[in-house]
């Protein structure tokens, strides 16, 4: 039990990390290694999952029941013949027989393309195997009962070739069917395997198109509006040409922010505040004391990564629809905040505030809003976008995922 216990774990070892096979002790347990590393990837994770189920005791009792299985076909066997057959022979003949073809199906079960590939040759073993067993079997027989090794003999020729094709038919044929039958189911989940990584690439480079697509949709109008406010106060002589400098690199950090991160999948929060700092300061030079902003980003979530431009949207939609329509303008505060294990993300203004149809007709917010929805889904399902009444007036949106701390981000796509 010992011994079988040692080989068990072994096989299953190399089942899993075929590389250790090379480490096995032992001639034959080296064989025995380097046949199971010849077996397909399926072949070896079907075998494992087998030897798992029937380790240890589970083997015992497996093959204790098929013993009794074989020992009643036995009886019945005497019961039906008993001149010919004696009760112990017939024990003897059934479990003998029983537990060759049980093995030869196991092999078959768990080695069936290689019984494809090396048709003949297993046809071949089978054969002589079964030839050198009828063999043995008749003229032991045939001495037993004539005392003769001649009468023996010729009872080979008489009877040899009825009972080869007899236990030739008896042992191949279930095999052959066998080995049929898998190599069909063999191809069958090939086939779906190729099929699922299929659909998954196609599932990964549509999600991949969708983030680029979704990351392309920046409002054009900031960007013509911001360019007519550096005209306007370059258009005021050497007073305005400072403010118009100032505004116009606070513009440069904004858009080589922005570019550097519509490139990549997820980014840093850290560098998405930076992001929406350098916009509201554009836009603070557009609409002066009428906008008020605050950043607080705990150190803790520096490192976080969210999907990229999902803040500059939210911080975008607030302007447009919550502080440039208000005559008293308003504030804008953006947080990072842990509540209950997950991310809150909150974009909070103190502008004109919700419409009283709701927070799902906020004028022109659908598409950036959609925008972020789309954005959190595809990268991660449990991740959510809810939008309510501030408190102070104005709009609450609040974004909440799963907080990820990584130091090596995804290479920007393509």
């Known amino acids: 039990m010992q011994w079988y216990r040692g080989i068990d774990e072994e096989s299953l070892r190399v089942l ?63 019961l039906l013949l008993p001149a010919r057959f004696e009760l112990l022979k017939a024990l003897v003949f059934s479990n003998g027989l029983g537990f060759a073809l049980a093995w030869g199906l196991v092999g078959v079960w768990f080695n069936y393309r290689s019984s494809v590939r090396h048709k003949f040759k297993k046809l071949l073993l089978i054969v002589s195997t079964c030839a050198a067993g009828v063999a043995v079997g008749v003229l032991l027989a045939g001495w037993s009962d004539t005392g003769s090794m001649d009468m023996a003999f010729e009872r080979l020729l008489r009877v040899g070739g009825i009972a080869l094709l007899v236990a030739g038919l008896f042992y191949m044929v279930p095999l052959a069917i066998v080995t049929s039958w898998r190599n069909r189911q063999y191809e069958a989940l090939t086939l779906q395997l190729q099929q699922d990584a299929e659909r998954d690439r196609l599932a990964r480079e549509l999600s991949e198109s969708q983030l680029r697509l979704l990351r392309a949709q920046i409002e054009p109008h900031f960007l013509f509006n911001t360019l007519g406010a550096v005209q306007q106060l370059a258009e005021q002589g050497a007073q305005g040409a400072a403010k118009a400098a100032a505004l116009t690199a606070d513009l440069i950090a904004f858009l080589r922010a922005s570019l550097a991160e519509m490139r990549s999948e997820q980014v840093p929060l850290q560098s998405e505040f930076d992001m929406v700092a350098a916009y509201l300061r554009v836009m603070q030079a557009r609409l002066g004391s009428r906008l008020r902003y605050a950043l607080d980003l705990p150190a803790e979530f520096a490192h976080a990564t969210i999907p990229s431009m999902i803040l500059l949207t939210l911080a975008e939609n607030a302007i ?95």
């Not at 990390?17 to 032992?26: K, L, R, Y």
């Not at 799902?360 to 972020?372: A, H, R, T």
Request: net charge positive; hydrophobic share 45%.
């Open 16 to 78: 899993q990390h075929p590389e250790m096979a090379e480490q096995v002790q032992g001639r034959v347990r080296r064989y025995v290694a380097m046949k199971l590393v010849k077996l397909t990837p399926i072949e070896r994770q079907q075998l494992h999952a087998f030897l798992l189920k029937y380790r240890g005791a589970g083997f015992y009792i497996a093959a204790f029941k098929l013993m009794l299985l074989f020992s009643a076909i036995g009886v019945a066997l005497h």
């Open 320 to 414: 447009k629809h919550g502080i440039e329509p208000s005559l008293r303008g308003g504030e804008i505060r953006l947080s990072a905040l842990r509540v209950d294990g997950m991310l809150r993300l909150r974009v909070q203004d103190t502008g004109m505030g919700l419409p009283e149809s709701g927070a799902g007709s906020v004028p022109g917010g659908g598409l950036g809003l959609e925008n972020v929805r789309s954005r959190l889904l595809l990268s991660d399902p449990s991740a959510s976008l809810s939008l309510r009444d501030g408190e102070e007036g104005g709009m609450i949106a609040e974004i909440v995922l799963p907080i990820k701390i990584a130091s090596n981000l995804k290479e920007p796509v393509a």
